[in-house]
């Protein structure tokens, strides 16, 4: 046999390895396939499976080695390549014919433990010395996993999670997303399995792959992070333990889209089992990217809802009472973006206790732009509904803000944040009851109060302020019950 029809035994076999792992990653996203690979491992079915599955006419790849043996110049190494090839893909063979007289055929290789069904043959793939096949290997083994938790389950009996592991952290880009997939399709199936992943040393490498320059590489990344966070408290302490948060702030703030959905999906998981991880959150500095999000014109950004929901609300109004200066600031904004995007979420801000804490900031900051973010911020709760405006009155802040408006030491933002100088603004200031409750306030004539009401009343027509005055309406009564309509 010359040179060239040796090195062609191999490279038959590689493409074979090659079709083979791209034909079973094919299946996998296809439901009605997913039975028939799952019981591969049985006795019975896997004969039923191969002669219909691989027999050459459908699925030729496994049989493309076997082939070159046509030739009656066959030699002890070659014989060796195909006994390799058998062990490759799924051991002992039960049944091997080799060429006979005519220079004919045929292969059947059909493992007999129940154990090297599909998970093994791709396990042993992800070994192979060519990237493409490990990277396809790891890709069919994800999408195994992702359909059930039995298929997942075997995923981890077969020992594959560790060595996943082990190659993440030094292949190319291609292999860390499709490994990362595996990982994410165990883990989102039950706290048992995520457990597993957590126990084989997973979580250090995928936090290491959320500095990775490539975007879809942290996108994996933090999808894998994710579905083992949001299981329970002790595994989001784990995460947490890895060092994940501050990678997770930083890719919020990354261009891509789909890279901030997944970090900011994942921030919400962590946070939702306890005050204390909602904290770490916090602390971490997520929120005042969060809140920026929160206008974004992509609907999956628009967060608001989310961290209501993770209780990051109440976290946020914990953390502004126990903290001074700028270190407030992100906080009192994020309460201010979540209440400007309806009157639910305006509401959880108030029954958080958000209103008090916000009417503290304005009477104890001395900088004036964190009392202009407390005053705007108090402005986007009130603005929805009555009630809502009325839940700003009762914390007796509307004084205050008539003190800072009426301060010549504050400063033009901050004068505008308390009554905005558009007509817009002041009709919203009308609608909400703000000038409502400013009429109501009793002060003593010639009263430096009676002086800030008064330079509101100013910025309204004469008639309006008498509208929204009390007694205003028995005045109109009485007027009616004195006209004397003219006689025709």
């Not at 599909?118 to 999408?143: E, H, N, Y």
């Not at 504050?410 to 009851?433: C, I, M, N, W």
């Amino acid at each position: 046999m010359s040179q060239r029809q040796v090195l062609q035994v191999f490279e038959q076999y590689q493409k074979a390895r090659t079709q083979f792992v791209q034909m079973v990653a094919e299946l996998a996203t296809r439901p009605q396939n997913i039975e028939t690979l799952q019981n591969a491992g049985e006795p019975g079915a896997r004969t039923r499976v191969a002669s219909r599955a691989l027999s050459p006419r459908r699925l030729r790849p496994a049989a493309l080695p076997v082939e070159l043996l046509g030739s009656r110049s066959v030699g002890t190494g070659v014989r060796k390549s195909i006994h390799s090839f058998q062990r490759v893909f799924g051991g002992q063979a039960e049944r091997v014919k080799l060429p006979d007289a005519c220079g004919r055929c045929a292969l059947s290789l059909f493992p007999s433990s129940l154990h090297t069904g599909v998970m093994s043959l791709l396990r042993t793939l992800l070994l192979d010395v060519v990237p493409t096949i490990q990277q396809t290997a790891a890709l069919a083994l994800g999408r195994l996993a992702n359909y059930n938790d039995d298929l997942a389950e075997a995923v981890v009996k077969c020992d594959i999670l560790p060595q996943l592991v082990y190659s993440l952290a030094e292949q190319n880009r291609f292999y860390k997303k499709a490994a990362a997939f595996v990982l994410r399709a165990v883990g989102k199936h039950s706290p048992q399995l995520a457990q597993a992943i957590v126990d084989c040393g997973a979580l250090d490498t995928l936090v290491i792959c959320l500095e990775d320059f490539d975007p879809g590489v942290k996108e994996a990344a933090a999808w894998a992070l994710r579905y083992i966070a949001r299981h329970n408290a002790e595994l989001s302490q784990a995460v947490v333990d890895a060092g994940a948060v501050p990678l997770l702030v930083l890719c919020i703030q990354e261009p891509e889209i789909a890279l901030k959905r997944i970090a900011a999906s994942a921030l919400s998981d962590i946070a939702k089992h306890s005050p204390e991880l909602a904290q770490t959150v916090v602390d971490a500095g997520a929120v005042a990217h969060l809140a920026q999000m929160i206008l974004n014109p992509d609907a999956k950004l628009k967060l608001s809802q989310l961290v209501v929901n993770a209780g990051g609300v109440a976290a946020v109004i914990d953390c502004i009472g126990s903290c001074k200066g700028n270190t407030r600031l992100p906080g009192i904004m994020m309460l201010g973006y979540v209440a400007a995007h309806s009157e639910n979420l305006a509401m959880a801000v108030i029954i958080s206790k958000g209103v008090p804490q916000l009417s503290v900031c304005l009477s104890e900051e001395p900088e004036d732009h964190i009392k202009a973010a407390a005053a705007w911020a108090l402005g986007q709760i009130g603005r929805h509904t009555p009630e809502h405006a009325r839940a700003v009155a009762v914390t007796n802040t509307l004084p205050v803000l008539l003190s800072l408006y009426m301060s010549t030491e504050s400063s033009e933002d901050l004068q505008v944040k308390v009554l905005p100088h558009d007509s817009k603004a002041r009709r919203l200031f009308v609608t909400s009851g703000g000038l409502k409750k400013v009429q109501e306030i009793k002060a003593e004539p010639g009263s430096l109060l009676q002086e800030y009401i008064n330079s509101i009343n100013s910025c309204y027509p004469e008639e309006i302020v008498r509208y929204y005055s009390p007694g205003y309406s028995d005045t109109l009564l009485q007027r009616v019950d004195s006209y004397q309509p003219l006689n025709n």
